[in-house]
């Protein structure tokens, strides 16, 4: 059978994250590098999309692909991590020092791939700074000032409500790590983890590597963003909101039911004996 039960595929991630967090600083920091380049594309195929066709619900079914590439490859994503290596701590497959140098290692990867991205993309859709106005780039700009300066501008409330979408986001996005090992089949992963972040990006939630890459991107090609604008009112708040979505949420919780169920299996056996 191709489906993985839940309990399993549990199992499987506490596996999978022990590995992540036994690799060389080196490969989490390329791998993350990648991951972090990678959802730089999917954000501006999604942005392009939605501006094509005035329409953002096609750009949130079209922006999982760069999920896609980077679970089948296996990279390293900082937020996918918050849910699957707290399993294997929890596991007992490892503890918490690898675990906190992989986040560390992996944040930074993905920060340096997605402004390398940025880079990139900002000489592309200016043309080498002789076009300063389109459609995309307005879009790009629109975004980003709405993932700062919309909090910025009501205060303290403005702070409570990007860390709840930052939650909100984490939620799916872990689910989604998690989705894709509730199958054995290539297709059957790609359909499962597909679900979850075509919800949390067509919500328009907050999602910190996402935000590693349109922020900047928006700060090159014309936005009157400033860097403590970044980090203040999006980048840390969304970090944290991420992380505890992802460890509360989504790795503690299914790591509890799972093993309730593993136990009641055991006694249910010894019944049967």
């Known amino acids: 059978m191709d489906y993985v039960k839940p309990k399993d595929a549990i199992h499987d991630i506490s596996l999978a994250g022990a590995t992540k967090a036994a690799l060389p600083s080196s ?31 096609v750009g949130a079914a079209i922006f999982p692909a760069g999920f896609v590439m980077v679970l089948l490859l296996n990279l390293e994503l900082v937020t996918g991590s918050f849910a699957m290596l707290p399993i ?7 503890t918490i020092k690898p675990v906190l140098r992989n986040f560390a290692w992996a944040f930074f990867g993905n ?32 975004v980003a000032e709405g993932k700062t300066f919309a909090y910025q501008a009501i205060g303290t409330d403005g702070m409570v409500v990007v860390f709840v ?54 700060m090159m090609i014309g936005a009157d963003i400033s860097f403590s604008d970044w980090w203040l009112w999006n980048q840390i708040p969304v970090t944290i909101g991420n992380f505890i979505s992802g460890f509360l949420f989504t790795g503690l919780v299914l790591h509890i039911i799972t093993k309730e169920k593993a136990s009641l299996s055991i006694v249910n056996d010894k019944k049967r004996a």
């Not at 294997?88 to 490892?94: D, G, I, S």
């Not at 919500?203 to 890459?213: D, K, L, P, S, T």
């Open 88 to 94: 294997a701590v929890l596991r007992k497959k490892t």
């Open 27 to 57: 490969h989490i920091f390329l791998k993350a590098m990648l991951a972090g380049a990678f959802l730089g594309y999917a954000t501006t195929l999604a942005l392009t999309a939605s501006t094509q066709t005035g329409m953002d619900i």
């Open 165 to 218: 979408k930052a939650l909100l986001c984490n939620w799916m996005v872990t689910l989604g790590a998690v989705m894709a090992f509730t199958s054995r089949s290539t297709i059957g992963k790609i359909a499962a983890m597909w679900l979850p972040i075509f919800i949390f990006f067509a919500q328009g939630f907050e999602h910190a590597v996402v935000n590693m890459f349109v922020i900047p991107v928006a």
């Open 111 to 142: 920060l340096t791939g997605s402004i390398f991205y940025a880079v990139l993309f900002a000489i592309f859709i200016t043309k080498l700074g002789h076009v300063q106005d389109s459609l995309l780039i307005d879009k790009i700009i629109a």
